[in-house]
């Protein structure tokens, strides 16, 4: 093809042939940007919390398993998390006994059981519970449930295990129904036809075929709920009461991961050693999210190949 | 037991057995379905009962007297709508482009994965990690110190994975023909998502972007450390009380204050507060859906 033939072609003014090509580009650099924000938050993250860890008063063991925390401490300065960290399982495994059946129930009942205009208003309900703000659920455990718990269980403190595993519960619900239910949808309605055909009820039809074919999908319906359960901030930081130790029972307050960094972070000094442990425990947290996220993704995608 | 035909299509003992298990079945799950609506009817019905003695338009539109403990929320309302825009304008164009490279452009390799996985990992991310990250890189680092441009931006990198995935859904359930007509007729890639898949998916888009402006304006850990103060003088009704680069308050960080810092509160402000946060939120949300159900309805194909 000659030069001529080619003038021919371009119908287009040059500028609107470049302008899309620059276009294209910042799309593609603006789809790229999720990759690099998160490396980015590992980046920042970890960058303040780096100078802590040739410090003489820091020793990885003990930040990961010893529960004495006295980070202000003069005389003897302890950044053990171990305690938060119990808190934080303790308070988020509490939230999943709650969670896990009522929202694997009520995924089921949606996508099983019940007619069209329900599961409409049923779906529209989730959604608007999840989109309670954190802090308005604090606020909620700190004065409404704080008072029914000292109330019936005559305990000395509303704010601890029980208040926070019940308000996590109530948060993470949402994310449980909506992905189990997308996992039960995905089944294909052949095995339903094929069971219901040899006279199974409903009931064995779900028991015995549904839940075996989808329980990967449910499985990550419950990852994604720990996650977020172990990610929550504003909630458990009102909720949970501000005690650092291991807990012994339903009643005790704890305190967790996320909520000691938001509780202490403003009166560490900047750049001090207490700030930076502060961050170190961001990574953490950022690595234990990390880990349950990509492993619930790998649990949904395992699904999808397969069929 | 004879299996003459008459007797075949007779209730056994055996099938009202199952018939009786599926009722028990069912009715549980029912009650498991009600049991996570009825806390919530309850808890919003309780707020807005003990918010009532305070709520009122005066409210909205005053100050807080008297060390926080009377008066309205005027400054912390008009702070959340101000770091809410300015985190919209950040993360809308961000989050759009991202929805349509990835739906648009990119192939099923490697990349694209990675993508993905890092979409996913940005949702997860606890919101307090996105507290300290905002401290580390735009309070520090960029040095734009505790300023609402550092809590916006923090909050736009927080709330960018709502927009892309709604993005996503909304250009993926423009039909491949659409695209495929368009290109036969000579279009280029970029001219047929400006005029066919956009204009076809913008719907959903919005509901993406709604759906966010709720997030943020929820949100308090991120900007607790990055721009959010607890209290800032602010003339009543004055709608430019900030500049981008001060400190501001927000609705979240101020219920959060009330809640737990301030002693002596009067005890309707907390409440009242939290019923405007919630209202706010959830009516941002209801419009959401309400954008959704319209289009749904209006689908052609």
């Keep these: ?307 | 037991m004879n299996d003459t035909p008459q007797n075949l299509f007779v209730e056994t003992a055996f099938v009202r057995r199952k018939k009786r298990q599926e009722t028990v079945a069912k009715s549980i799950f029912l009650v498991m379905s009600i049991a996570m609506i009825i806390p919530l009817l309850l808890i919003v019905s309780y707020l807005v009962v003990k918010a009532y003695p305070s709520l009122s338009l005066e409210f909205l539109l005053d100050v807080p007297r008297k060390g926080m403990t009377e008066g309205g929320i005027w400054p912390a309302f008009i702070g959340t709508i101000y770091l809410v825009a300015l985190s919209l304008a950040v993360s809308a164009p961000i989050g759009v482009m991202a929805g349509i490279y990835l739906n648009e452009y990119a192939k099923d390799n490697w990349l694209n994965r990675i993508i993905n996985l890092a979409v996913i990992n940005l949702a997860g991310v606890p919101s307090i990690v996105h507290a300290l990250f905002g401290l580390g890189a735009f309070v520090y680092a960029a040095k734009f110190g505790c300023s609402i441009i550092s809590a916006s931006l923090t909050l736009a990198i927080m709330t960018l994975p709502v927009i892309i995935a709604s993005t996503r859904e909304a250009l993926a359930s423009v039909p491949m023909n659409f695209r495929e007509a368009c290109w036969n007729v000579g279009a280029t890639r970029w001219q047929t998502i400006r005029r066919i898949v956009l204009p076809n998916s913008i719907g959903g888009i919005l509901t993406g972007v709604i759906l966010q402006v709720s997030r943020s304006a929820g949100e308090t850990a991120p900007i607790m450390f990055t721009g959010a103060v607890f209290y800032k003088a602010v003339e009543r009704g004055d709608l430019f009380p900030y500049t981008l680069d001060g400190q501001c308050m927000a609705l979240s960080m101020h219920l959060y204050t009330l809640a737990t810092q301030v002693p002596n509160v009067s005890e309707s402000v907390p409440f009242a507060t939290a019923v405007v946060l919630l209202g706010t939120v959830l009516l941002v949300n209801a419009t959401a859906i309400i954008i959704r159900t319209l289009i749904r309805s209006k689908k052609k194909w």
């Design chain 1, 1 to 307: 093809m000659n030069q001529g033939e080619t003038k021919k072609l371009q119908s287009r003014p040059l500028w609107s042939i470049y302008g899309e090509k620059a276009l294209e580009i910042l799309i593609k650099v603006s789809g790229i940007s999720a990759i690099i924000f998160v490396f980015a938050i590992f980046f920042f993250i970890f960058r303040e919390a780096f100078p802590v860890l040739s410090s003489p008063n820091f020793h990885l063991k003990e930040f990961l398993f010893s529960s004495e925390w006295y980070p202000t401490s003069a005389v003897n300065v302890r950044y053990g998390t171990f305690a938060l960290t119990v808190g934080t399982f303790s308070v988020t495994a509490l939230a999943m006994v709650i969670a896990v059946p009522f929202g694997i129930g009520a995924a089921i009942f949606i996508s099983e059981f019940c007619g069209k205009r329900l599961k409409e208003t049923l779906k529209i309900t989730i959604e608007l519970l999840a989109a309670i703000p954190s802090v308005v659920w604090g606020f909620i455990g700190l004065t409404i449930m704080s008072k029914l718990i000292t109330q019936f269980t005559g305990a000395p403190v509303g704010v601890n295990v029980l208040n926070g595993g019940i308000i996590l519960a109530l948060m993470s619900l949402p994310i449980i129904v909506s992905i189990g239910e997308d996992a039960l949808k995905a089944v294909p309605d052949t095995y339903r036809e094929a069971s219901l055909a040899l006279g199974a009820t409903r009931w064995q039809m779900i028991r015995r075929v549904l839940l075996p074919a989808a329980k990967n999908g449910l499985l990550a319906a419950v990852l994604l709920g720990i996650g977020r359960a172990v990610g929550e901030t504003m909630a458990v930081l009102m909720a949970t009461g501000h005690a650092v130790h291991i807990p012994h029972g339903l009643l005790d307050s704890v305190r967790t991961l996320t909520a000691n960094i938001a509780a202490e972070l403003g009166e560490a000094p900047e750049r001090s050693e207490h700030y930076q442990v502060l961050f170190l425990t961001g990574v953490l947290l950022f690595c234990i999210t990390f880990v349950i996220n990509i492993t619930a993704d790998f649990v949904i995608r395992g699904i999808k190949r397969k069929q």
